[in-house]
């Protein structure tokens, strides 16, 4: 078999998958199965980079292997290093415990699959052989969905998209005690303010988010205020604020925007590691909107992109799939 030919059959799959990515989030990018085909679309991409390699196609398989080893043996390393930076800057509340205690799960897991790796070989007692095999794979299989989870997320923020909006919807989030945006809040009002000013016919901002019992006033109101201050024109912004979760949010910011008459071609701003829990709950509202994400502080990003996992898996649905995925990962060993 030539060079080329090495390289069309190892094309196929690699094309197959992306073409299946492309076609699912073309129609759908809050889809929780993009995650999966972006996943094996990656994979699929190896042997593919490999071909391309010619005669070093097998040297060009090591080093990405140790590549991909070495990124395997640092995530564990890099969340518990981020909980103990958490912890330090953000507080002693048990959120910002999340990244290190995910941190010390996976640790386990690659831990018991070294150990798996050495006993199999050796005359240990079967029963200890087979719990670290349970262990080591279950913790794998969660890794890898959280793995899938990330590069999607990750993979939204680089996407490109229209600028021509004529709405845009600012997440709310907690306020100052003195009423004024945090940095969480106005980066999000930044990234908006950039929308605005890049789009050639100017959108309409929609803050949006209601007043909690510690604050002076409504979230919406705190960022009106601020896009205010950065030469916003007051016409061009329209407050929704009675909401108090991100579905109320969306929800009520979507029966604001239809009450007004002519295109609703929407845009919804939230720090990026939200933006795909957002876009779930705009396609249950039926609700047409391109995800944009601000940036957050990079030790901030673990945490909530863990809390946001979690979340995501709180729905029945997910979470079925999510034990149905873990018990087929299972079921040879306990079969066995």
Not at 26 to 36: P, V
Not at 57 to 72: E, K, M, S
Not at 191 to 207: F, Q, S
């Amino acid at each position: 078999m030539n060079y080329f030919e090495n390289v069309w059959h190892a094309a196929i799959p690699a094309l197959f998958f992306w073409l299946i990515f492309i076609y699912s989030m073309h129609r759908n990018r809050s889809r929780y199965r993009n995650t999966f085909f972006l996943m094996l679309a990656g994979c699929s991409s190896i042997p593919f980079l490999c071909s391309l390699a010619g005669k070093y196609a097998a040297t060009t398989f090591i080093i990405l292997l140790l590549l991909i080893i070495l990124l395997i043996l640092f995530v564990p390393v890099g969340l518990i290093w981020n909980g103990i930076l958490m912890w330090r800057r953000e507080g002693h509340s048990l959120g910002n415990l999340l990244s290190l205690a995910f941190g010390i799960i996976i640790g386990i897991g690659e831990i018991a699959t070294f150990i798996f790796v050495l006993l199999t070989g050796s005359l240990v007692v079967d029963q200890w052989t087979a719990f670290l095999s349970h262990l080591s794979q279950g913790l794998i299989y969660v890794s890898l969905v959280f793995v899938a989870f990330m590069f999607y997320c990750l993979f939204l923020q680089i996407i490109p998209h229209k600028r021509d909006f004529d709405y845009v919807i600012i997440h709310g989030s907690g306020l100052k005690k003195d009423g004024t945006v945090t940095k969480l809040l106005e980066d999000r009002c930044d990234k908006a303010i950039e929308v605005y000013r890049k789009d050639p016919t100017p959108p309409i901002l929609v803050p949006s988010g209601g007043q909690g019992a510690d604050e002076v006033c409504s979230e919406a109101m705190a960022i009106k205020n601020y896009l205010l201050s950065q030469g916003i024109p007051e016409e061009k912004i329209k407050m929704e604020d009675q909401s108090t979760t991100t579905w109320e949010n969306l929800k009520f910011s979507k029966m604001l925007i239809e009450s007004f008459p002519g295109r609703h071609y929407v845009a919804l701003v939230t720090s990026n590691y939200h933006v795909y829990r957002a876009l779930r709950y705009c396609s249950k509202l039926n609700f047409s909107c391109t995800g944009i994400g601000s940036r957050v502080a990079s030790y901030y990003w673990p945490s909530a992109l863990i809390r946001e996992f979690v979340a995501i898996h709180r729905e029945p649905k997910h979470l079925i799939l999510f034990l149905v995925g873990y018990m087929l990962v299972l079921a040879p060993m306990l079969i066995r």
